[in-house]
């Protein structure tokens, strides 16, 4: 073996295998793209970010490690999504459920910030 040399295994790789998972259509609603990564919770994504967030919860995107998905405006994607394991525990990120995950104590009502965001979209409409 030389020092520093991977050997790997000719099997492919499978992420996630047997785990459960869940697809959500998204659409982006802004004007500019948005890139959401493998490891961020999904329901605290970009608000311009139109999809079903309650089913979101607890979830992060099926993807490699490191990889991201790119929304361009006006782009709707198909997206899977797995739940978080090992403590479930999310900090940071738009601090909106700063803790456990399964305690389900969600800070300043993400509802609230993304309906907001929506009906100032809808606006923007129509006055176009």
Known sequence: MIPGEFILRRDEIVCNEGRSTITVSVLN??????QVGSH???????????FERELA????LN???????????GDRKDVELVPFTGTR???GLNNKTDG???ERVVLNT???DFEQRE?????KETLS
């Open 57 to 60: 919860y607890g979830m992060h």
């Open 40 to 50: 961020f919770h999904f329901y605290e994504a970009n608000s311009a970010l139109q």
């Open 29 to 34: 609603l802004g004007d500019r793209p948005i």
């Open 100 to 102: 456990s995950l399964d």
């Open 119 to 123: 009906s100032e979209i809808k606006k």
């Open 110 to 112: 993400i509802g609230k």
């Open 89 to 91: 525990h999310v900090y």
């Open 63 to 73: 993807i490699p490690s490191g990889a991201a998905v790119r929304f361009e405006p």
